[in-house]
């Protein structure tokens, strides 16, 4: 019996079973992959340490800012807005201050600005151009005194505490006054946590004039009423020493938009 065999045709014969382009393809994909893994990681560590900022910058670059007739030059760890980190003429800026070093953020202060359990480790700052011809202490004998409900009371660190009347617009808050020697009273505006209550990081308020027409509204924890004579020089000389006598360039004259 002839046999069926017959020796295969070219066109039958084995081949690889992926071909030279094909495995070049192949590669080339692998290698793609690869540089977008990489790009992938590169970008979570990138966002990973922007959320770790939550909006903080250690830069210390500094901006001259322009709020009515007063130029500050500020640097960007010491401005809590992002959108306030510019050069610029501006109608008020808002900054945060570890207590007591008067630092901005940086590496070594970071637990103190996210730890919102120790409310008495900052200070808050606005800075904008004065609307009132007094500041705090010059409003509590034409103003905050009229207001006064009860008798005074002494209070700790030096302080004398006044109520309020309930029909003053002020709620729960309490005027807090010393009068230093030869200078004048110092005055603070407090909410005072209640019984069980925890303190916050801003429950006292007290503005002071600085510069040629700067109203410096400072925010502290009722935490640190021990400290205020310390706070009040120290903000004002912060501010003070960030005064600058140079005018803005054109360039920089731009407004910069309202903070939030």
Known sequence: MASRYTS????TQERPLLSGRTVSRIGMAVLALVLVTVALAAAGRWLGQKIALGGHT????????EIGQDRLALAANTIRFREQRRAGKTERVDLYLAWPEMRGYAKDLKARFDDVSRPDSLIFLQLSQSTMSRDMSGRLEPIYQR????KAEPASFGLTLHHLRPDSGYGREVILTSSPTGGAPYV???????QGEPATSGDCQRD????????VLYR???LLLRDWQHIDAAVQSFVGNHLRDERLDPGQAAKMPPAE
């Open 8 to 11: 295969p045709s070219p066109d």
């Open 208 to 215: 002071i004039r600085v510069g040629e027409d700067l109203t």
């Open 220 to 222: 502290f924890s009722s």
């Open 58 to 65: 250690q830069s210390k670059e500094e901006y001259l800012i």
């Open 188 to 194: 603070v505006r407090c909410l005072m946590p209640g």
């Open 147 to 150: 207001l006064f409900d009860g």
